[in-house]
């Protein structure tokens, strides 16, 4: 397979930092509940009609268990990643996500038992180490001022526990690919998602269902939808091919996506102080493709 997984990997960067950017101008205006259980049902359309075109796996008693379990921890990740991009900007929430290829140095090993080299292990860091510089506002006030902003930002909070979470369901879904398939896989998960965030969503918004306000955010939800079924697909594809750490911490240059956005659509301030953050990625980038 060589390095196909990390044009993979690249492409479910790009689809999720485009994601996150158009949710969080569509959450300035409609609840987050709706909008992220309307995001995964528009990726719906796209994503089912693929099952007239795939070989439909087998399912053992391992994918159903796995499937199980990691449905309740993506549904609160997804609330929460929400949460994160309507309370806080892009560049004080983005940056904690950057824990997730640290958390995935220790997690696929308990579960996996993936092993992976000193080399890779330094690129996994350092792309966690830029990520987190690249993204940081306060990042001019010393090293410690973003735990300090922890306390001030609400969604820096929320965005530690989507971190630890992704890092679990990034190795639960590598497992239940193993025993169905990547594309078969991002098709249940997704269907499954739409399922078990639907009631809450619709819960929260009951009193809203029948105004032109939902309607807007119908509409509204579209390109998230479409952007949704891209990144998990690519993402699904990804991490069959590679090791579960080596292809999220890849996947973490969204983050670079996602300042620039920030700095493009919503006017998110130090976009050249962040430059020591990027080298520091790409360098991590570099070390994984080539020498891992």
């Known amino acids: 397979m060589g390095s196909i997984w990390v044009l993979w990997a690249l492409m479910s960067a790009f689809t999720a930092a485009t994601n996150d950017a158009l949710t969080k101008r569509v959450l300035t205006e409609h609840d987050e509940y709706l909008i992220a ?11 089912l009609p693929i099952l007239f075109f795939i070989p439909i796996p087998v399912l053992d008693r391992t994918f159903c268990l796995t499937y199980m ?29 950057s824990l997730t ?20 292990t330094i690129g996994v860091a350092l792309i966690g180490c830029g990520s987190y510089i690249l993204n940081i506002e306060g990042a001019r006030k010393g090293i410690a001022e973003p735990l300090r902003m922890i306390v001030r930002e609400k969604g820096s909070l929320y965005m530690i526990v989507v971190a630890l979470i992704y890092s679990l369901t990034a190795t639960l879904g590598k497992v239940a690919i193993e025993h169905s398939s ?5 098709i249940a998960y997704t269907t499954g998602l739409v399922l078990a965030l639907g009631p809450l969503a619709l819960y929260k918004n009951k009193d809203s269902l029948r105004r032109p306000s939902f309607r807007t955010a119908l509409k509204a939800a579209v390109l998230p ?6 990144a998990t697909i690519s993402h699904m594809v ?50 994984i493709v080539l020498f891992r």
């Not at 259980?37 to 994503?47: G, I």
């Not at 609160?76 to 940056?95: D, F």
């Not at 939808?225 to 891209?230: D, Q, T």
């Not at 991490?239 to 080596?246: D, K, R, T």
Request: charged content about 10%.
């Open 101 to 120: 290829p640290i958390f995935l140095i220790i997690i696929p090993y308990a579960i996996l038992r993936e092993r992976i080299s000193v080399t890779g």
């Open 37 to 47: 259980w309307l995001r995964l049902s528009w990726a719906l359309p796209f994503l």
């Open 182 to 186: 990547p594309i078969f896989f991002a």
């Open 238 to 287: 990804a991490i069959s091919l590679a090791q579960v750490a080596y292809m999220i911490s890849v996947k973490r240059l969204s983050l670079l996506v996602g300042v620039i956005y920030g700095y493009i659509f919503f006017h998110e301030s130090n976009l050249a102080g962040r430059l020591l953050g990027t080298l520091i990625m790409l360098l991590g980038f570099v070390l």
């Open 225 to 230: 939808g479409i952007c949704h079924s891209a």
């Open 69 to 97: 379990a990691a449905i309740p921890l993506e549904v609160t990740a997804i609330v929460l990643y929400v949460k994160a991009l309507k309370l806080s900007p892009l560049g004080l929430t983005v940056p904690f996500l």
